[in-house]
């Protein structure tokens, strides 16, 4: 059902054969989306067919495993494997969340990077790996899982990051997706896409009155609420109705989730086994032993979700005891007696950061595995104040199909169905400058530092605004910070890295004014930019400039115009104004001499016509006098150099990606060598089976060989067993090559064998169509023919060459024994048979002369005049054989209309004389009759008319026509 509705929001144009994925990151599991050409939006499966994937990686010596197969084997050796990493991006070591995560985790090593201070794990004694590595590792997985899925190589990928991320976490992504070598699209924040997949695969009807929806978020981390509002919106640009997702406000608290459960869940554990077995060592200090327990708190929280009791059991727990305790459902929400409350913080953050009020919530749609908690449910109602909860949306794969259609949306390769979709910048932004104070003579008296707020809350993004300095000729700088946060509590506050965020500094101002020193300064203007993933930074500064330049009148605006396209120059029309004025005089004392000879009369109209000249022109001098002043606006784009603050960027990724490059050659040779040995142990297996199971191979080999081969396999497989471990995929390969080698004789025989049978057949199928050919051929008239007679004999040469070859080898391969090298080889029939059809195909497809097709139409012609000349002929001598008719009628109606009028009784003599008049008419009656059966028998005629035409024209198509139904 779910693929019927994309395929009707996603029309594909067959552009480019690339996959758009996109990556829902938890901190526990992640969801891959997938969009191809062709193919609608899907979850990505795993190794294990599973719809979500543990964001967990383990490495040991040369081995490294994601997903499923990391948990499980990282339940022996915890500190090999990690996960959990989500909340330490873009994040220093004495970060609190840091300080949590070495609690929760006590068996890793986490120290200090020595440039950027941020998290480094120790794995072993030379090696360490950063938050970013690890991740980019799990980022790689994750693609070559979807190129795998969707059979298409992949390149871009939309990131899923929670809202509350701030530009030091968000900064730190970008950096692991490059590390992984994918290029992002997009940062976006769960929250709008569970939005935008609610609105795409609901199909809301949006109005103009908008729909306010929110949405619960109960992750393993954090919990988060979002306020979400759909509605028809007037697009600015094409001014249509467009429907709109915008997010009004969020509230979270990103240390409340459902892995705080576990974490508690598994101390209680931790706490019975130690009541039960006081004796043993403390079982803390097992990480293993603590890391079953989690494994099981996770088990026991999911079931106690639907019932009120469950057992908690462990085998071989610690120091080979087992572990089973009975847990109930009230027993587990006490250990969460003071987390509850908590959830409803967000909820209510969330609502008051939009602006509305409870009763405006139409719905409450739950996202998130810890939504499952009744105790969470009954929460999130007193907080929203609903009567009931929605359950519309997978809690598990939502963002990841809502931020694979924004995917599909955002690329030239897909049209989808129009959704725009604005996000809400949830922490505000401050520009900071110091702002110069001049006298009356202009000279600068103090600096005042002036904060404005730039970003509010919630403003909508993706969006560009503009700040304008007007007091400074000079080179200067200001400041980019986040703004009042007195909105948050004093942890979520500690949870950032620094509040400043950047210093730009603009250069090159003094030069540019100098250059620009006759023009008014308008100010200096920096627009600055928070992006679609939320990234805020200066998009370009320009200095201003207005001046003042005459508007041109129309005439001159042509006259430039003119001069453009002439190539004339004013300085060119100067020189040809000069030459006419030269050329003038000339003439005026030819047209004095001839003035004197004009009359009176005509001396006054020429008058007349210089005084409305002389008018004109002292119009159009006037105009150019009045013409108004227009200002100009020039912009010169000014150096910018920027300092960020807090967490210094990295600037060169390349040692961590020949990091990953190592561990992934590492991978591929670890699994080529695995493929190899497999191939080799398939065909040892699958050999030896087949020389005592297949008759066909016996009857193919002789006692001998029979005997070589089984030795040579029995050996291989002594081998495999014993002394192949640790050999590369190159020793497997070239064991493999070397034992087909030793087997193919035989091999090859029973191919043969099996495979001659139909090889016969499709080449005697071939000569039996090039003879039906050559029959056609022969069966037409020579001036029909295009073929020429040395294309024919060619052909007919090789179906008769290639026919006694065959002839001649089947019978010596008849009387060859089964085990010895046949004569009749398949390859040589394949080769025989691809040659002949090459020739006859040639002259089957050969493209007809016009000289044919001419001498085809008019024997069409003449066959349709023929016919035409017919159809006359018979109409002809129906209508002739029809006036007849009438003649013969109307003389048989005159002679009884005469009778009718005699009187009724006559002698013996007048009843014979009206006899004859009766009788005549019969006779004229007995006449009409066989004209009358001729009539009836009419369409018999015509048929008999048309059949000769048929004869005919069969007898005129029997040498031509039949090549004519082949065309």
Same mark, same amino acid.
């Not at 099996?754 to 005697?764: D, G, M, Q, S, T």
């Not at 169509?769 to 024919?792: C, D, G, P, S």
């Given at each position: 059902?779910?693929?019927?509705?994309?395929?009707?929001?996603?029309?594909?144009?067959?552009?480019?054969?690339?996959?758009?994925?996109?990556?829902?990151?938890?901190?526990?599991?992640?969801?891959?989306?997938?969009?191809?050409? %062709?193919?609608?939006?899907?979850?990505?499966?795993?190794?294990?067919?599973?719809?979500?994937?543990?964001?967990?990686?383990?490495?040991?010596?040369?081995?490294?495993?994601?997903?499923?197969?990391?948990?499980?084997? %990282?339940?022996?050796?915890?500190?090999?494997?990690?996960?959990?990493?989500?909340?330490?991006?873009?994040?220093?070591?004495?970060?609190?969340?840091?300080?949590?995560?070495?609690?929760?985790?006590?068996?890793?090593?986490?120290?200090?990077?020595?440039?950027?201070?941020?998290?480094?794990?120790?794995?072993?004694?030379?090696?360490?790996?950063?938050?970013?590595?690890?991740?980019?590792?799990?980022?790689?997985?994750?693609?070559?899982?979807?190129?795998?899925?969707?059979?298409?190589?992949?390149?871009?990928?939309?990131?899923?990051?929670?809202?509350?991320?701030?530009?030091?976490?968000?900064?730190?992504?970008?950096?692991?997706?490059?590390?992984?070598?994918?290029?992002?699209?997009?940062?976006?924040?769960?929250?709008?896409?569970?939005?935008?997949?609610?609105?795409?695969?609901?199909?809301?009807?949006?109005?103009?009155?908008?729909?306010?929806?929110?949405?619960?978020?109960?992750?393993?981390?954090?919990?988060?609420?979002? +306020?979400?509002?759909?509605?028809?919106?007037?697009?600015?640009?094409?001014?249509?109705?467009?429907?709109?997702?915008?997010?009004?406000?969020?509230?979270?608290?990103?240390?409340?989730?459902?892995?705080?459960?576990?974490?508690?869940?598994?101390?209680?554990?931790?706490?019975?086994?130690?009541?039960?077995?006081?004796?043993?060592?403390?079982?803390?200090?097992?990480?293993?032993?603590?890391?079953?327990?989690?494994?099981?708190?996770?088990?026991?929280?999911?079931?106690?979700?639907?019932?009120?009791?469950?057992?908690?059991?462990?085998?071989?727990?610690?120091?080979?005891?087992?572990?089973?305790?009975?847990?109930?459902?009230?027993?587990?929400?006490?250990?969460?007696?003071?987390?509850?409350?908590?959830?409803?913080?967000?909820?209510?953050?969330?609502?008051?950061?939009?602006?509305?009020?409870?009763?405006?919530?139409?719905?409450?749609?739950?996202?998130?595995?810890?939504?499952?908690?009744?105790?969470?449910?009954?929460?999130?109602?007193?907080?929203?104040?609903?009567?009931?909860?929605?359950?519309?949306?997978?809690?598990?794969?939502?963002?990841?199909?809502?931020?694979?259609?924004?995917?599909?949306?955002?690329?030239?390769?897909?049209?989808?169905?129009?959704?725009?979709?604005?996000?809400?910048?949830?922490?505000?932004?401050?520009?900071?400058?110091?702002?110069?104070?001049?006298?009356?003579?202009?000279?600068?008296?103090?600096?005042?530092?002036?904060?404005?707020?730039?970003?509010?809350?919630?403003?909508?993004?993706?969006?560009?605004?503009?700040?304008?300095?007007?007091?400074?000729?000079?080179?200067?700088?200001?400041?980019?910070?986040?703004?009042?946060?007195?909105?948050?509590?004093?942890?979520?506050?500690?949870?950032?890295?620094?509040?400043?965020?950047?210093?730009?500094?603009?250069?090159?101002?003094?030069?540019?004014?100098?250059?620009?020193?006759?023009?008014?300064?308008?100010?200096?203007?920096?627009?600055?930019?928070?992006?679609?993933?939320?990234?805020?930074?200066?998009?370009?500064?320009?200095?201003?400039?207005?001046?003042?330049?005459?508007?041109?009148?129309?005439?001159?605006?042509?006259?430039?115009?003119?001069?453009?396209?002439?190539?004339?120059?004013?300085?060119?029309?100067?020189?040809?104004?000069?030459?006419?004025?030269?050329?003038?005089?000339?003439?005026?004392?030819?047209?004095?001499?001839?003035?004197?000879?004009?009359?009176?009369?005509?001396?006054?109209?020429?008058?007349?016509?210089?005084? +409305?000249?002389?008018?004109?022109?002292?119009?159009?001098?006037?105009?150019?006098?009045?013409?108004?002043?227009?200002?100009?606006?020039?912009?010169?784009?000014?150096?910018?150099?920027?300092?960020?603050?807090?967490?210094?960027?990295?600037?060169?990724?390349?040692?961590?990606?020949?990091?990953?490059?190592?561990?992934?050659?590492?991978?591929?040779?670890?699994?080529?060598?695995?493929?190899?040995?497999?191939?080799?142990?398939?065909?040892?297996?699958?050999?030896?089976?087949?020389?005592?199971?297949?008759?066909?191979?016996?009857?193919?080999?002789?006692?001998?060989?029979?005997?070589?081969?089984?030795?040579?396999?029995?050996?291989?497989?002594?081998?495999?067993?014993?002394?192949?471990?640790?050999?590369?995929? +190159?020793?497997?390969?070239?064991?493999?090559?070397?034992?087909?080698?030793?087997?193919?004789?035989?091999?090859?025989?029973?191919?043969?064998?099996?495979?001659?049978?139909?090889?016969?057949?499709?080449?005697?199928?071939?000569?039996?169509?090039?003879?039906?050919?050559?029959?056609?051929?022969?069966?037409?008239?020579?001036?029909?023919?295009?073929?020429?007679?040395?294309?024919?004999?060619?052909?007919?040469?090789?179906?008769?060459?290639?026919?006694?070859?065959?002839?001649?080898?089947?019978?010596?391969?008849?009387?060859?024994?089964?085990? +010895?090298?046949?004569?009749?080889?398949?390859?040589?029939?394949?080769?025989?048979?691809?040659?002949?059809?090459?020739?006859?195909?040639?002259?089957?497809?050969?493209?007809?002369?016009?000289?044919?097709?001419?001498?085809?139409?008019?024997?069409?012609?003449?066959?349709?005049?023929?016919?035409?000349?017919?159809?006359?002929?018979?109409?002809?001598?129906?209508?002739?054989?029809?006036?007849?008719?009438?003649?013969?009628?109307?003389?048989?109606?005159?002679?009884?209309?005469?009778?009718?009028?005699?009187?009724?009784?006559?002698?013996?003599?007048?009843?014979?004389?009206?006899?004859?008049?009766?009788?005549?008419?019969?006779?004229?009656?007995?006449?009409?009759?066989?004209?009358?059966?001729?009539?009836?028998?009419?369409?018999?005629?015509?048929?008999?008319?048309?059949?000769?035409?048929?004869?005919?024209?069969?007898?005129?198509?029997?040498?031509?026509?039949?090549?004519?139904?082949?065309?």
């Amino acid at each position: 059902m779910l693929c019927r509705v994309l395929l009707s929001f996603v029309l594909l144009k067959l552009v480019s054969s690339n996959a758009l994925v996109s990556l829902d990151l938890g901190s526990e599991f992640m969801k891959i989306g997938i969009v191809k050409p %062709g193919v609608p939006i899907d979850i990505v499966l795993n190794t294990e067919t599973k719809r979500k994937t543990p964001m967990t990686v383990y490495i040991k010596g040369d081995e490294r495993l994601f997903g499923d197969s990391a948990v499980t084997r %990282g339940e022996k050796s915890p500190k090999n494997a990690y996960s959990n990493l989500l909340d330490l991006l873009g994040k220093t070591v004495d970060n609190p969340v840091v300080q949590e995560y070495k609690e929760r985790f006590p068996y890793h090593t986490i120290e200090a990077d020595p440039v950027r201070n941020t998290v480094v794990f120790r794995h072993d004694d030379s090696t360490f790996y950063s938050v970013e590595e690890l991740l980019a590792m799990q980022i790689e997985f994750a693609v070559q899982l979807a190129a795998k899925h969707g059979e298409a190589p992949v390149k871009k990928v939309i990131i899923c990051v929670p809202p509350f991320f701030h530009q030091r976490e968000r900064e730190a992504m970008l950096n692991v997706a490059e590390i992984a070598g994918v290029q992002v699209m997009q940062l976006m924040t769960t929250t709008s896409a569970i939005a935008l997949q609610y609105a795409v695969f609901r199909n809301i009807k949006m109005t103009e009155k908008p729909m306010i929806v929110l949405f619960a978020t109960v992750g393993s981390q954090f919990t988060s609420a979002a +306020v979400v509002s759909y509605s028809q919106v007037k697009d600015k640009v094409t001014k249509e109705q467009v429907p709109t997702v915008q997010v009004m406000g969020v509230g979270y608290d990103r240390s409340l989730g459902s892995f705080e459960m576990d974490i508690r869940l598994r101390e209680h554990l931790a706490d019975k086994f130690t009541e039960k077995y006081p004796k043993l060592p403390d079982i803390r200090k097992n990480g293993r032993a603590m890391k079953k327990l989690q494994k099981e708190a996770r088990k026991v929280k999911t079931v106690l979700s639907a019932n009120q009791d469950t057992y908690a059991q462990v085998e071989s727990l610690h120091q080979d005891k087992d572990f089973r305790v009975k847990v109930t459902r009230e027993e587990m929400e006490n250990l969460f007696a003071d987390l509850f409350p908590r959830f409803q913080a967000p909820f209510v953050d969330a609502i008051n950061s939009a602006g509305i009020s409870k009763p405006e919530i139409e719905q409450v749609v739950l996202f998130g595995g810890g939504t499952r908690i009744p105790k969470i449910q009954e929460q999130i109602l007193k907080a929203t104040e609903q009567k009931e909860l929605h359950k519309y949306i997978n809690t598990d794969e939502a963002a990841a199909m809502g931020s694979a259609f924004m995917a599909a949306s955002s690329s030239s390769v897909f049209r989808t169905k129009q959704i725009k979709l604005r996000d809400a910048n949830q922490f505000p932004f401050f520009v900071s400058f110091n702002k110069l104070v001049l006298n009356e003579e202009g000279a600068v008296t103090e600096e005042k530092l002036v904060n404005k707020e730039l970003y509010y809350r919630n403003n909508g993004i993706p969006q560009k605004k503009a700040m304008t300095y007007t007091k400074f000729t000079d080179d200067f700088h200001f400041n980019v910070s986040y703004g009042n946060l007195d909105y948050l509590t004093e942890k979520q506050t500690s949870e950032f890295a620094t509040l400043p965020l950047m210093m730009v500094n603009v250069k090159g101002v003094k030069d540019v004014f100098n250059q620009h020193h006759d023009k008014t300064s308008k100010g200096i203007k920096a627009h600055i930019m928070v992006d679609e993933s939320g990234l805020i930074g200066v998009d370009s500064v320009e200095a201003i400039f207005e001046t003042i330049v005459a508007n041109k009148t129309e005439t001159g605006w042509m006259e430039s115009v003119s001069n453009f396209f002439t190539g004339n120059s004013d300085d060119e029309g100067e020189k040809k104004e000069e030459k006419k004025e030269e050329a003038k005089e000339g003439e005026k004392k030819d047209e004095d001499k001839k003035e004197e000879k004009k009359t009176e009369g005509e001396k006054k109209e020429e008058e007349k016509k210089e005084e +409305v000249k002389k008018d004109a022109k002292n119009e159009t001098e006037a105009k150019k006098e009045a013409a108004p002043e227009k200002p100009v606006i020039v912009k010169e784009v000014l150096k910018v150099e920027t300092v960020h603050f807090g967490i210094p960027r990295v600037s060169d990724t390349t040692v961590s990606k020949e990091k990953l490059a190592a561990l992934k050659k590492i991978d591929d040779d670890k699994r080529a060598t695995e493929q190899a040995r497999n191939n080799l142990e398939s065909f040892v297996i699958n050999m030896k089976d087949t020389l005592e199971e297949d008759d066909t191979y016996k009857a193919a080999s002789t006692p001998e060989e029979m005997e070589k081969m089984k030795e040579a396999l029995s050996a291989e497989t002594d081998w495999l067993e014993e002394d192949s471990w640790g050999e590369t995929y +190159v020793v497997f390969n070239a064991r493999l090559a070397k034992i087909e080698d030793y087997c193919d004789p035989v091999t090859n025989r029973v191919k043969e064998m099996k495979a001659r049978p139909a090889a016969i057949a499709e080449l005697k199928n071939t000569f039996n169509l090039t003879e039906q050919f050559l029959a056609k051929i022969a069966n037409t008239t020579e001036e029909l023919r295009y073929h020429t007679a040395t294309e024919l004999e060619n052909l007919e040469k090789l179906l008769n060459t290639t026919r006694d070859w065959l002839e001649k080898t089947a019978k010596e391969q008849e009387g060859l024994a089964k085990n +010895v090298d046949p004569v009749l080889k398949l390859e040589a029939m394949q080769t025989k048979n691809k040659a002949l059809e090459r020739e006859l195909y040639y002259l089957v497809r050969k493209p007809i002369p016009q000289w044919y097709k001419d001498k085809l139409n008019k024997m069409m012609e003449a066959l349709k005049n023929s016919t035409a000349k017919a159809e006359e002929a018979k109409k002809s001598e129906t209508t002739e054989e029809g006036k007849k008719e009438e003649e013969k009628t109307d003389e048989v109606k005159t002679e009884d209309k005469g009778e009718e009028t005699k009187e009724g009784d006559k002698s013996a003599e007048s009843e014979k004389s009206e006899e004859k008049p009766v009788e005549t008419p019969q006779e004229d009656v007995g006449e009409d009759k066989p004209k009358d059966e001729t009539k009836e028998e009419k369409p018999e005629e015509e048929t008999k008319e048309e059949k000769p035409l048929e004869v005919d024209d069969k007898a005129e198509k029997d040498p031509k026509d039949d090549k004519k139904e082949e065309l």
